[in-house]
């Protein structure tokens, strides 16, 4: 069965510090990979996915993904947080055809040190 | 991108009363739609995929009596908790499917429901 692992519940960086949040996940295929965005009050956003191609994902907000096979990863990252990144982070594999089932990580909670 | 909307956007509601939430897409057509729940500091957990003139789909464990989902139109879906109970006291997310050749294979979300049941 398909499932998403994020293994860091809460991860506090300083502001302007990179940051890499960590995702695992299990699928049998070629899974499509998405990370979304969870602040108080709004709706989730995509920041990025992955369906093929190039592993290194390019997302909104200077985020970025790369997805690795071999360690059945797709972690995010990016080089400079800033105070507004402070959120919570969902990592999702979609399932399916079409990918029209989305399953999702457990989540990792983002603050953000002055 | 896309909009979707809920409403309303929290509820609160005596123990036993039915509930009805609203999904609408406002500027798409959204053949499907899902309804998740989040509990506190949880994951979303997917409930019911809907799809527009058919029976909704009930993820296992989920049971479709209690949770009435109805997706009468291309641009809206309803969730009626039946009979709620304090522990159907949660955070509702629902989401539309866009459909091809605009972000295809890509949901948007709504900004949720919370209910709390008393």
């Known amino acids: 069965a398909q499932s998403v692992t994020q293994p860091d519940i809460h991860i506090t960086v300083s502001e302007g510090a990179s940051l890499e949040l960590r995702c695992n996940y299990s699928?049998?295929?070629?899974?499509?990979l998405f990370w979304y965005v969870q602040s108080p009050g709004q709706g989730l956003q995509l920041l990025l996915k992955?369906?093929?191609?190039?592993?290194l994902v390019q997302g909104i907000k200077g985020f970025e993904a790369e997805f690795k096979r071999s360690q059945s990863s797709f972690n995010l990252r990016k080089p400079s947080v800033h105070w507004s990144d402070a959120a919570e982070y969902f990592c999702a594999v979609g399932a399916g055809s079409s990918a029209s089932k989305i399953i999702f990580g457990s989540g990792t909670r983002l603050s953000i040190r002055p | 991108g896309a909009v979707v909307s809920q409403h309303p956007s929290w509820v609160i509601c005596k123990s036993g009363t039915s509930v009805k939430i609203e999904c609408r897409s406002l500027d798409f057509q959204a053949t499907t739609m899902f309804w998740y729940r989040q509990f506190p500091k949880q994951s979303l957990m997917l409930m019911a995929t809907?799809?527009?003139?058919?029976?909704?789909?009930?993820e296992q464990g989920v049971e479709k009596d209690k949770f009435l989902i109805n997706h009468a139109s291309l641009t809206l879906s309803t969730l009626t908790v039946t009979s709620a109970h304090p522990e159907d006291s949660s955070f509702y997310i629902c989401?539309?499917?866009?459909?091809?050749?605009?972000?295809?294979?890509?949901?948007?979300f709504g900004p949720g429901t919370r209910l709390t049941v008393l």
């Open positions: 809907s799809n527009e003139g058919s029976k909704a789909t009930y």
């Open positions: 699928y049998g295929a070629t899974p499509y």
């Open positions: 989401s539309a499917r866009a459909p091809m050749g605009r972000g295809a294979d890509e949901q948007f």
């Open positions: 992955y369906f093929s191609g190039d592993t």
